[in-house]
């Protein structure tokens, strides 16, 4: 038998206006999913518990089974053990994204234009980090170069007593003022990296082609050392991430799973889908057991509040990740359990994720339900009456361990 979960980060959402009163899964042509809900089971679960932020970190925990109020530390360190960053029990990491804020009025009065940046290439954004990194390094510390806008920063021999500090993806558009670090020393690095990126050579190469620059970090996420119990122990299974994210990547290497780099994998809809279902498709051919296969372009899409996108991100995924892999299964005359879910909501009106519960599919090749009129939707999941608590225990019907 082979496991596998594709994860359509942030594909949850409300009914939309523009969508003819439709919700992005409700409008998005996905017969394959579909066709999995008919013949599954489908339900509604919670991933992020009530006294937990409902970021991508804490939902996709308990996606792979971890339960968050026991293994959750923060997400950037998660980040690190991707990165490669020698971490010690005593220091605290920060996620730390390249963002644009508008540039005229003081710093505490700017607003968050762009957390992304435009989505900055990684060249791009490694080369601004280094000179934030040179400017500001310290013993106590330092800067390192992530993914697109993505970064990280890690305070050596400091306490994590950080509770405040808010994503930028959730104030677009919004002052920063009320957002800002308490911390004068994490508010004092940023704003000194305005100084440093304003007219940085890259920044102002950007603006003439028309781009957004990167003129400022942002300082969110903050967490310590990770210790998840190995998918080997926990389960007695071995298996497979495939993302272009290194939260997930992180969760991957810290759960004893192989961690595969897709070249051309970004994040978002753009993303390069067919080398994803390849990868995972030689894992499981080549002996795992499991296989996670994470996609982020929905999840960004809502941010953006870009509709379209949204809807094509699900689309992409049906055609691009769903039906390669089922395919391949069934070529190969191959048993197969497979989890369709995100790990949280990004509802469109509000541009950030939520806590709410998200519908799911679980199928099972050797198992068929008989057929229901219904597709993978919000409203059908929800039909069905069947509600999971604690999303971290979806996994064991995954596994068929309950």
Not at 160 to 186: A, C, G, M, W
Not at 384 to 396: A, E, H, P, Q, S
């Amino acid at each position: 038998m082979k496991y596998i979960v594709v994860l359509c980060d942030g594909a949850a959402d409300t009914p939309v206006e523009e969508l003819g009163g439709k919700t992005p899964l409700e409008a998005a042509k996905k017969p394959n999913i579909d066709r999995l809900a008919k013949y599954g089971e489908m339900g509604m679960v919670t991933t992020v518990p009530d006294n937990l932020p409902p970021g991508s970190d804490v939902a996709n925990l308990a996606v792979f089974g971890y339960d968050p109020q026991i293994y959750y530390t923060g997400r950037s360190p998660l980040e690190a053990v991707s990165m490669n960053v020698p971490l010690e029990l005593t220091d605290t990491t920060f996620r730390t994204n390249l963002v644009y804020l508008s540039e005229d009025e003081d710093y505490e009065n700017k607003t968050m234009v762009d957390y992304s940046s435009d989505e900055i290439s990684t060249p791009e954004a490694h080369e601004l980090i280094k000179a934030v990194n040179d400017a500001l390094k310290t013993d106590e510390y330092e800067f390192f170069g992530g993914i697109s806008y993505r970064h990280l920063l890690v305070w050596h021999n400091k306490e994590n007593t950080f509770q405040s500090l808010t994503p930028p993806h959730d104030i677009s558009d919004r002052k920063v003022t009320e957002y800002l670090p308490k911390d004068e020393t994490l508010l004092n690095l940023m704003k000194k990296s305005y100084d440093i990126l304003k007219n940085h050579p890259v920044n102002l190469e950007r603006i003439k082609r028309g781009l957004r620059p990167a003129n400022s970090i942002w300082i969110w996420g903050s967490g310590t050392k990770p210790n998840l119990t190995t998918y080997k122990d926990k389960f007695g299974i071995k298996g497979a991430v495939v993302s272009a994210v290194d939260l997930i990547k992180g969760i991957g290497h810290c759960a004893g799973l192989n961690v595969i780099d897709v070249e051309g994998a970004t994040g978002t809809v753009h993303t390069n889908f067919d080398g994803k279902a390849k990868a995972a498709i030689e894992e499981l051919r080549n002996g795992a057991d499991f296989v996670y296969v994470h996609l982020e372009g929905a999840d960004e899409a809502g941010h953006r509040h870009e509709i379209d996108n949204k809807v094509k991100s699900i689309e992409l995924i049906d055609e691009k990740i769903v039906a390669p892999i089922v395919k391949a299964m069934e070529d190969d005359n191959e048993d197969y359990s497979i989890l369709v879910m995100p790990d949280h909501p990004t509802p469109l009106a509000i541009r950030t994720h939520t806590s709410d519960p998200i519908p799911y599919i679980l199928y099972n090749s050797t198992s068929e339900n008989s057929e229901a009129e219904r597709i993978y939707s919000e409203k059908d999941a929800e039909k069905t009456g069947i509600y999971v608590k604690d999303g971290y225990t979806l996994i064991n019907k995954l596994l068929g361990k309950q």
